[in-house]
T-cell receptor
Framework: GAVVSQHPSWVICKSGTSVKIECRSLDFQATTMFWYRQFPKQSLMLMATSNEGSKATYEQGVEKDKFLINHASLTLSTLTVTSAHPEDSSFYIC????????????FGAGSRLTVL | AQSVSQHNHHVILSEAASLELGCNYSYGGTVNLFWYVQYPGQHLQLLLKYFSGDPLVKGIKGFEAEFIKSKFSFNLRKPSVQWSDTAEYFCAVSGSGNTGKLIFGQGTTLQVKP
């Protein structure tokens, strides 16, 4: 079946630094990838929609200059948290939709970011 | 406003007990509905989905859900739970034209005692 891989699965960084998280579709091509954020004991919140070859679409309230998204190929999307602060500590999850359009998302295992 | 509400935050059952997890949504227009499961330490997996047709949907591992349009509900059921069903369960909704933009409920933690 379809597999989405995220890297790193866990990262700790100092406040003010930037962190890049990768999301790869391993056995299918993904025209669209989605980035979600999950706070402890809370639900997943959609941050942005990443489209291959075009700019990402951000949800209301999500700072596009803070969370840079690049979808350079049909198998890779990256989320860069710029100038990270402790309040950015969270679980970031990506998901992908295949070109074939099964209308079902495949989720990655998530990346836990801790900003000190 | 678009939202999904899951009634139970934490459910504890004994093995072989029946399960029903409530899910209500608020969303304008035609919807697609999903239940996802997240086992401890693992990623989200799709249990079942409803797009159209028979409102009683059967998923993997013996789960089923019923879409009741008049009640804006999509409750998840299983007649007999197993210890291996211990997990976090998320209900989600999307517009029919964009199944990628999911709105999730807050999740229900199911603990099954052996």
């Amino acid at each position: 079946g379809a597999v989405v891989s995220q890297h790193p699965s866990w990262v700790i960084c100092k406040s003010g630094t930037s962190v890049k998280i990768e999301c790869r579709s391993l056995d299918f091509q993904a025209t669209t990838m989605f980035w979600y954020r999950q706070f402890p004991k809370q639900s997943l919140m959609l941050m942005a929609t990443s489209n291959e070859g075009s700019k990402a679409t951000y949800e209301q309230g999500v700072e596009k200059d803070k969370f840079l998204i690049n979808h350079a190929s049909l198998t890779l999307s990256t989320l860069t948290v710029t100038s990270a602060h402790p309040e950015d500590s969270s679980f970031y999850i990506c998901s992908a939709s295949s070109i074939s359009g099964a209308n079902v998302l495949t989720f990655g295992a998530g990346s836990r970011l801790t900003v000190l | 406003a678009q939202s999904v509400s899951q009634h139970n935050h934490h459910v504890i059952l004994s093995e072989a007990a029946s399960l029903e997890l409530g899910c209500n949504y608020s969303y304008g227009g035609t919807v697609n509905l999903f239940w996802y499961v997240q086992y401890p330490g693992q990623h989200l997996q799709l249990l079942l989905k409803y797009f159209s047709g028979d409102p009683l949907v059967k998923g993997i591992k013996g789960f089923e859900a019923e879409f009741i349009k008049s009640k804006f509900s999509f409750n998840l059921r299983k007649p007999s739970v197993q210890w291996s069903d211990t997990a976090e369960y998320f209900c989600a909704v999307s517009g029919s034209g964009n199944t990628g933009k999911l709105i999730f409920g807050q999740g229900t933690t199911l603990q099954v005692k052996p």
